[in-house]
């Protein structure tokens, strides 16, 4: 039998750190410890399904608002993709026009670059704002288990699931997303600072070609 050469060791050994790391991700991905069989569910009474049904309500407007912000990031980078058109435009034209007019041109140019570093500002917050949703997804499915338990147990279906484990779990899930709204309330003021920046940057750029400031979307 052969020896291994160093090439072969040196890539096996990139080949389970890669496995290794791969599993330790995965692993690391929110998920819930209690949940309630959906076999049990089909057991409850007929009569319970409504109750099931608004429990469920929770979930559903936290995968809305979830919904929502990937939507905000979205449009946000749309609007940038938009932006940067404007300063390729801006910028041809510059050279199609006279020295007044490349003065003005660099103006504009300056105010859109302004709005782009911005709008990068408020896609790095919307995807801080889209962790949160996630976090609070994980907390709404939580609650709807712990729903789902005490639905079955009113009803006498048998559980051998402990009440409580899904209380505590709900409490934990709940007490890591009251954090995070603080560290996303502060990013908010963060954002909210540079957007009064931006907005210096853009009145003086109207002032200057003797304009009032535009709405937002219109330079």
Known sequence: MTEPTIKTVISLLFVWIAVTLSGSLIGCRPS????????L?????????????QAKTVVTIAIDRRSTVKREIKTTRNEISRTHEKIKKAKEQKSKGGAREADKIDLEVDMLGSKVNYLHDMVDHHQVRLKLAEMELILAKAQYELSKVRLVKSNNIGFDGDEEDFVSQVK?????????????????ADLKRREEEWLVVKKKYYSSIGESSKGWWTE
Request: no cysteine; hydrophobic share 30%; proline share 3%.
């Open 172 to 188: 934990s899930i709940q007490e890591d997303v009251n954090d995070f709204r603080k560290d996303v309330g502060a990013d908010a």
């Open 41 to 53: 569910l089909r057991r409850l009474p007929k009569s319970s399904r409504r109750a099931e049904f």
């Open 32 to 39: 819930l410890s209690y949940t309630v069989s959906e076999d």
